[in-house]
């Protein structure tokens, strides 16, 4: 059978770099981009909107206090036995306030440094993940006059969705629509924390930055290649 590219995904993610394409359809792996879009989602009472709808989902499930990451690397003359065979690296994440630890095994080869970026990958991806928004919009082209595209920054806020960000949000995918009604674009977005390896955000706080509520809901409502 063909190879598919699902087996590469973690890999590729926990050497922060995102999975997309270019407009000709081609496979882009990238980095996270620093541009801001002049786009924004804006749902305000009183305001004029092209949000048709927009779902926020915020979960501690795959948090966990203590990341224990586990591998080894290849053996030398001078690295050997249980410097080789015992690689270890930990990453706290004191947003989770009960003890819950988890152990993952290293895919390949690594080292020490190897580990540790791997486990602040985990932690800063997990905390990003736990917060995600969802949103459809009239139009491929949003309110900035720029068309919607992946890997940009975006401004949100949301009163129905209690949502004031004073960070942007990172757009991870769009999906261009067309049918009888017309043109949509549906967005996904997560904190950039979800994709870089050092996580910027207090950990602290966790996803309370992004939100005025913190309670798990279901609330229904440019790069270049590396």
Known sequence: PSPTLFPYTTLFRSRSLLVTDTPDGSLLLTRISAYK?????LKRKGEETNVKSGNRKIS????????????QSKATDKHFGLAASSILAEATDSGVKRERVLILHGETNMNKDDAQKRANWERSARMGKAFELTYVVQGWIGNGGELWAPNTSVEVSDDLLDIDSSDPMLVISCTYRIDENGTTTTLLLQPPEAMEAEPKADTKKGTKKHTKKSKETGVKYHGEAV
């Open 60 to 71: 501690e499930t795959n948090r966990y206090s203590k990341i224990i990451v586990k591998g």
């Open 37 to 41: 879009s002049r786009n924004k989602i």
